[in-house]
């Protein structure tokens, strides 16, 4: 057993990687374990849309995003796409929730699917099958039918569809205010308690 509560946090190469590093920037500064898996198609969004240069390697992965968000001692453990050995790859794990943010169309099919081609697509298709919290955050516009569709089926499942759709009523004054905002979505669909964004009516 793991001292800590432990999420699983996924990638893709969808647009909005901002969310998913704010997110586990959250997540390890509210002490939690964090399992991160990173898709190829996400390392190119994040070269595209950060000036953050990651390493190609899972172990350099993580001890570059262990020292940027200053993660206690294996507190963040990153793992690739074909680890089928990592413990998210089993229902006998004890991550209790799963986030996938940003969420990609094709990720969202695939999970949809139970294609499990990648070890995302297993901790997703693990999380399903035991009932756990599995929160997906897809950023695209317009949706298709086919988009749609997949979602209905996967909010049928027991998913939670957290659309990376910020409101502007908190009045943002930045880009890290927006994205704030979404990160907050997803920290109270988690029950994680946090300060990112005034609550509505206070």
């Known amino acids: 057993m793991l001292a800590r509560p432990t999420i699983a946090?996924?990638?893709?190469?969808?647009?909005?990687?901002?969310?998913?590093?704010?997110?586990?920037?959250?997540?390890?500064?509210?002490?939690?374990?964090?399992?991160?898996?990173?898709?190829?198609?996400?390392?190119?969004?994040?070269?595209?849309?950060?000036?953050?240069?990651?390493?190609?390697?899972?172990?350099?992965?993580?001890?570059?995003?262990?020292?940027?968000?200053?993660?206690?001692?294996?507190?963040?453990?990153?793992y690739g796409e074909s680890e089928w050995t990592a413990p998210v790859a089993s229902g006998s794990n004890d991550v209790d929730a799963i986030v996938v943010c940003p969420c990609s169309m094709g990720a969202l099919s695939a999970i949809a699917q139970g294609a499990s081609n990648n070890l995302l697509e297993r901790a997703a298709d693990v999380t399903l099958k035991e009932r756990k919290k599995l929160i997906l955050v897809p950023r695209e516009s317009p949706y298709s039918d086919i988009h749609l569709e997949n979602m209905l089926k996967l909010s049928r499942m027991g998913a939670v569809i957290v659309d990376a759709n910020p409101g502007f009523y908190n009045k943002p004054e930045s880009v890290d205010d927006i994205v704030d905002f979404v990160a907050a979505k997803i920290l109270d669909q988690l029950a994680i308690k946090h300060d990112l964004q005034p609550r509505w009516g206070v």
Not at 33 to 42: E, P, R
Not at 69 to 78: F, H, I, N, W
């Open 9 to 78: 946090l996924g990638m893709t190469g969808a647009s909005g990687v901002q969310y998913g590093f704010r997110l586990l920037q959250s997540l390890l500064a509210a002490e939690y374990q964090v399992y991160l898996m990173i898709t190829k198609a996400a390392q190119v969004v994040i070269g595209m849309e950060t000036d953050l240069v990651l390493p190609g390697r899972p172990a350099e992965m993580q001890k570059l995003l262990s020292d940027k968000y200053a993660a206690g001692d294996k507190q963040l453990q990153v």
